[in-house]
């Protein structure tokens, strides 16, 4: 079929445009729709089949839209239907719906087949054909209806056979109280409406089986004459056969024995059924039988679906909805009991009415283009096509050359301008037919932007941002774009281009923000649009709430803080199991936390943070659980009750989220301590029983307690009293100890025993005891209430055994264990002898003694002591130097080392030895004289006067001379900087100078000085002080000046002053701590003359005298003597050198460490102060 010749090169022409061939799409955008002409389309109409309600008003719709508006004719039977001559017919304005007034009339005078068409200039669209029928529900035919009797056991089919309406009506059974009669595998409705009974019983006799039709368009119900059953014995009906012969239906003839299935419904062995594609497709099989059978079902070609596939009415039918072809097939159903089995087989054929594959669609073309319009139906038989055109069949319809008609399709080349039409594709079958309308539309339209100008378009970066360009033209415009200029077209990463003119860009970023133009071209005309993008930062939830732990009645507090973009405005959201939060004061939501107070075990759960602006959101989410100490146990219970051990089981309590850990089980002892809980034992949370071994003689009452996180829970209440016989004691006294108080007893002591291990009444303890390896009988006594005993008149210090015994009125412990003791010791009767004293250096000396008897020591040996004072020394004014002292050595030493003695110093000594009682008498005593030693540190070193080439020195002699002191060493060297140091110069002073002042030094130099103490051991530590000779002569002209002014004498003497009182201050502070400075300086360096040693288990060094040292990185000439700048004249003048004979130390003295050395500060003068401030 072709309204142009269909030559090869056509159709090889369309079969390769085919698959490029692209419509116009016109937006639904209602001004276009407005302006844009377009054919007719039928928008709504009427079923196809149409059932009226006789009393209502008959309403056909149909409704179109096109441009110009569609004006509409019906047709009626296949005829012109005019309206206008029928005044009860009208039609709506604006609409082809028919509405028709049947007051006063017969609605199926009105009954037919009715076309609504809808037509304009390009074309024409018509409906489906409409069935207008109007409902019926005729009334029951009348009957004479029999009582029925039925012999108890067999089967029965009460008939309904309702009166045929429109639609159907819907049956149900009901009695004569309007209640639905009650169904069963053995009593139920079939398909058709009638109550089959598998087989009758007594209860089944009643006068009221009434069948029910409701018929669903009127809204009426009909009902049937009530039938009337009596079910009977075969006594019964021996007695009543005759009175009711000539008025009664007898059903049934054979004894009331059981029998296997046979069905009711069907009646044959095999059927058929025929159902469409997409209805529901119903089987049923009803069996009768006694007892009653039951019925299953199987697809003998396949499986039955599960999804759309159910059984209904007591598995009696199959009902399968939305049928397809794979739903054919073979079904069988079975009835069985036990006596036996019955089959019955469907063969199930799906036929299908025409339903759409590709149904047509409205094509839109441009002027020359091409098109195609497809039309694709499916059903079994396969439907049959035909096209009309404008409700024209095609066939009848004027020529068109753009046009060609091939089967299912119609193909459109170089359309026109006049090529608008409606097409109508007819696709039909024996079940059925679709109709429908597809119209093409030729089009010339320059292009237009339809997308609102200026939009703005707001993204998140990282995120897709589309920038819509919605256009119309016809021909199809083109899509360009621009950013910010129209210098260039974008092209390329980052930017996609979308067929509808969308410029998508895949992950947005800042500079992606800005001014974008679109720009619609085709050969009508040109059209552009701005739009603008703002990519904004994302929402995130910099810190989200946060799992927690939290115990009932405390508060808790969900974070949630959050950053965003400025100029967006987030909005929180708080949710609880994602649902609303609770509506109670105790939430609080504030701009970034969530607080709860007094939490309950309700508020546990998911609480999630909900952050939204305008474009974005994030979320985060933490669980709350509310724990607390778990509740009390419940329902204690003792079983296996035993002599010594007893069964508790309990109920644990709610644990309130937080798992048990163990359980403490306590008692109490009613007999002796009520009211006292004791721990028993612990047994983990996973058990709710324990195994508790008893002691004898104790009236137990049990309880338990819970523990997990939180803590423990509220004691249980007390388990029942739970009393043990008495017994005789299973354990005697523990840590049994025999010693001595004095030198003619023995103490025996233990620890008793408790009431939970006295084990019965009468708890005394039997002491008994012997002198070892001389007594063989054993001394006892037995007391009470008492943990020791006192044994006098015992030989001093000599061993027992001793044993305690447990005893009460139920008999005795068991065999004690023995014990060792000893009695009391005595002093020690002799003194060490032979002592003897060598001294090894000056603070160091070793004595040596004889060991005593041991029959004197009268006890256990504890060592030897050794004291001694110091008789003479050069330190007398320090009180401690004479104080006694004591070392202490183990009993099997014989020698020992007194260290840390006094240089240059007369000692005493005597040796004791001591045992646990005391010490014995002394040793005669002996004397000891130390060695000198090297001396200690000067006890003071300072500048006490600065000149342009020379500075005077002045110092006092050590505290601790250890010796005759013979002289001082001063050393000394220039010291500009770490790095320039230079040679060091040494003087030797003999012991009477306490002052000298240095000559020919160099000016403006600072120097260092070293002073140290000599013995004829050697020198000791020396002492460090720095100064700098003043920088130039005529710097100190002005300084006399300024110091005869009034003004800076005044001052100088306020600070003078105010020095001199700071020197009291700290002079009284350094007294009272004990401690001088030079002492200070000793304690840190230490004497480098000591060197400690140790000996077998002694605590005590051993010391050396060694010869001093020169001071690290000092130089001293081979020749001993100090020479500067070559010269033999000696460094100091005798007649300039001034002398402290007295060698107090009166000044106050200060010190500074530098690089590890003890150094004094330059005493404040008034010429120092007036450089400082110059």
């Excluded at 009669?181 to 006799?205: A, H, K, M, T």
């Excluded at 039955?304 to 072809?325: A, G, P, Q, Y």
């Excluded at 119609?410 to 037919?433: L, R, W």
């Excluded at 400075?1077 to 230490?1086: I, Q």
Aim: glycine share 6%.
């Amino acid at each position: 079929m072709m309204d142009r010749p269909c030559d090869g090169r056509f159709t090889l022409l369309l079969m390769f445009l085919g698959p490029i061939i692209t419509a116009l799409e016109v937006p639904l955008d209602p001004k276009l729709l407005e302006e844009l002409p377009q054919p007719p389309t039928i928008i709504h109409q009427s079923p196809k089949d149409f059932i009226i309600d006789p009393r209502d008003n008959v309403v056909i719709h149909c409704e179109a839209k096109g441009k110009p508006h569609p004006r509409f004719s019906w047709t009626r039977n296949g005829t012109h239907f005019d309206i206008d001559k029928d005044p009860k017919v009208t039609m709506k304005p604006h609409s082809g719906t028919l509405v028709i007034d049947i007051s006063g009339e017969k609605a199926d005078a009105y009954e037919g087949v009715y076309q609504c068409t809808a037509r304009n200039e390009l074309g024409t669209a018509v409906s489906n054909n409409i069935i207008i029928r109007q409902s019926r529900s005729p009334l029951w035919s009348k009957e004479k209806i029999h009582p029925i009797m039925a012999q108890e056991g067999q089967s029965l089919i009460l008939q309904c056979r309702p009166p045929a309406g429109l639609p159907p009506p819907i049956i149900f059974w009901m009695d004569n109280n309007f209640q639905r009669l009650p169904q069963s595998r053995r009593v139920s409705q079939g398909l058709n409406g009638d109550l089959y009974f598998s087989n009758v019983q007594r209860e089944d006799s009643r006068n009221d089986y009434i069948c029910y039709a409701r018929f669903p368009h009127t809204q009426t119900i009909q009902q049937k004459q009530p039938i009337s059953v009596r079910v009977l014995n075969m006594d019964s009906i021996n007695d009543t056969m005759d009175a009711f012969f000539n008025e009664t239906d007898l059903f049934g003839d054979k004894p009331d024995e059981e029998r296997a299935p046979t069905f009711m419904v069907p009646t044959d062995s095999d059927s058929t059924k025929l159902v469409l594609r997409g209805q529901t497709l119903e089987m049923e099989c009803i069996a009768d039988g006694l007892p009653t059978p039951e019925i299953s079902w199987n697809k003998l070609s396949g499986e039955i679906s599960n999804v759309r596939s159910s059984f209904l009415n007591f598995h009696k039918t199959l009902r399968i909805k939305d049928v397809s072809e794979a739903d054919a097939g073979e079904y069988r159903c079975t009835a069985r009991n036990r006596h036996g089995t019955v089959h019955h087989n469907i063969r199930v054929t799906v036929k299908a009415a025409p339903y759409w594959i590709s149904a047509p669609r409205n094509l839109v073309l441009a002027p020359q283009d091409s098109g195609v319009i497809t039309c694709r139906a499916g059903g079994h038989p396969k439907p049959t096509i035909s096209w009309s055109m404008n409700g024209v069949p095609i066939e009848n319809a004027p020529q068109d050359l753009s046009r060609m008609v091939e089967d299912d399709t119609i193909m459109f080349s170089e359309v026109q301008t006049d090529s608008s039409a409606v097409y109508q594709c007819n696709a039909s079958n024996d079940y059925g037919y679709l109709l429908a309308n597809a119209f093409i539309n030729v089009l010339a339209e320059p292009p237009r932007v339809l997308t609102p100008p200026n939009k703005v378009y707001q993204v998140i970066m990282n995120r897709p941002a589309l920038l819509e360009c919605v256009s119309f033209g016809s021909p199809i415009p083109t899509i360009t774009w621009f950013k910010e200029s129209r210098s260039s077209t974008l092209e390329g990463d980052p930017y996609v281009f979308h067929l509808n003119g969308t410029l998508e860009i895949h992950a947005s970023q800042t500079q992606n923000s800005g001014k974008y133009t679109c720009v619609a071209r085709n050969s009508l005309g040109i059209s552009e649009n701005h739009v603008y993008l703002e990519v904004k930062e994302p929402t995130r939830i910099l810190r989200p709430p946060e799992y927690r732990v939290i115990q009932r009645n405390r508060n808790v507090v969900f974070e949630c803080k959050v950053k965003h973009d400025p100029s967006l405005v987030p909005v929180t959201i708080w949710m609880k199991d994602n649902g609303e939060l609770p509506d109670d004061d105790r939430f609080r939501v504030d701009s970034d936390r969530l607080t709860i107070t007094d939490v309950t075990e309700d508020d546990a759960g998911l609480y999630t943070c909900i952050i939204n602006t305008t474009l974005d959101e994030d979320s985060a989410s933490a669980f709350l659980t509310v724990v607390e100490k778990p509740d009390a146990p419940t329902d204690l219970e003792l079983t296996d009750h035993d002599a010594r051990s007893v069964q508790l089981t309990w109920t644990p309590g709610d644990e309130h989220s937080s798992p048990i850990k163990k359980f403490l089980i306590q008692y109490e002892d009613g007999l002796h301590q009520g009211g006292v809980w004791h721990n028993l034992t612990e047994v983990p949370g996973t058990k709710t029983t324990a195994h508790l071994k008893l002691s004898p003689y104790i009236h137990y009452s049990f309880r338990v307690l819970a523990l997990n996180d939180v803590g423990f829970s509220r004691p249980s209440v007390s388990s029942r009293q739970y009393k043990t016989s008495p017994a005789a004691p299973d354990e005697n006294p523990a840590d049994v100890k025999a010693m001595g108080t004095e030198h003619n007893n023995l103490l025996i002591s233990w620890k008793p025993l408790t009431h939970l291990q006295s084990n019965g009444p009468g708890l005394q303890y039997k002491v008994m005891w012997r002198q070892q390896d001389v007594e063989t009988e054993w001394t006892s006594v037995t007391v009470a209430n008492v943990a020791k005993f006192l044994v006098s008149g015992t030989p001093t210090f000599v061993p027992y055994e001793v044993m305690v015994q447990a005893v009460n009125d139920y008999g005795d412990g068991p065999k004690p264990a023995v014990i060792i003791g000893y009695s009391g010791e005595d002093f020690p009767s002799a003194a060490p002898d032979n002592v003897q004293v060598q001294v090894l250096n000056s603070t160091l000396a070793e004595v040596q003694w004889t060991p005593v008897p041991p029959k004197s020591v009268r006890g256990r040996l504890r060592g030897y002591k050794i004291h001694y004072r110091c008789e003479r020394s050069p330190q007398r004014h320090h009180s401690h130097h004479c104080d006694q002292m004591t070392e202490i050595f183990n009993p099997n030493k014989t020698r020992g080392k007194l260290p840390n003695l006094h240089p240059y110093s007369a000692y005493s000594l005597y040796v004791t030895a001591f045992n646990g009682k005391g010490e014995g008498p002394v040793s005669s005593a002996h004397h000891f004289e130390t060695p000198e030693g090297v001396p200690g540190f000067p006890s003071f070193f300072r500048v006490v006067g600065s000149d342009f080439d020379s500075l005077t020195l002045e110092w006092g002699p050590p505290h601790h001379t250890n010796g005759r002191l013979t002289g001082y060493s001063l050393k000394y060297q220039t010291v500009n900087s770490s790095a320039d140091v230079g040679v060091l110069e040494e003087l030797e002073l003999s012991s009477n100078h306490s002052s000298v002042t240095l000559h020919n030094l160099k000016h403006s130099t600072r120097y260092k000085f070293y002073i140290s103490a000599k013995t004829q051991k050697g020198f000791g530590p020396a002492l460090t002080e720095e100064a700098l000779t003043i920088i130039q002569k005529a710097m100190v002209s002005p300084q006399v000046d300024i110091a005869t002014q009034g003004w800076f004498i005044g001052l100088m003497s306020a600070i003078a002053l105010l020095i001199l009182i700071l020197l009291i201050v700290c002079f009284i502070k350094r007294n009272k701590g004990g401690k001088y400075p030079v002492k200070e300086k000793e304690d840190a360096h230490g004497d480098p003359e000591i060197q400690p040693m140790k000996e077998d288990d002694l605590t005590f060094g051993e010391y050396s005298d060694e010869d001093h040292k020169p001071l690290k990185g000092s130089r001293t000439p081979s020749t001993g003597t100090v020479k500067r700048d070559e010269s033999d004249e000696s460094l100091v003048d005798s007649g300039d050198t001034q002398f402290n004979e007295d060698g107090s130390f009166i000044g106050q003295y200060s010190g500074r460490s530098e690089r590890g050395t003890h150094e004094s500060s330059e005493p404040p003068s008034p010429v120092n102060a007036m450089n400082s401030f110059v």
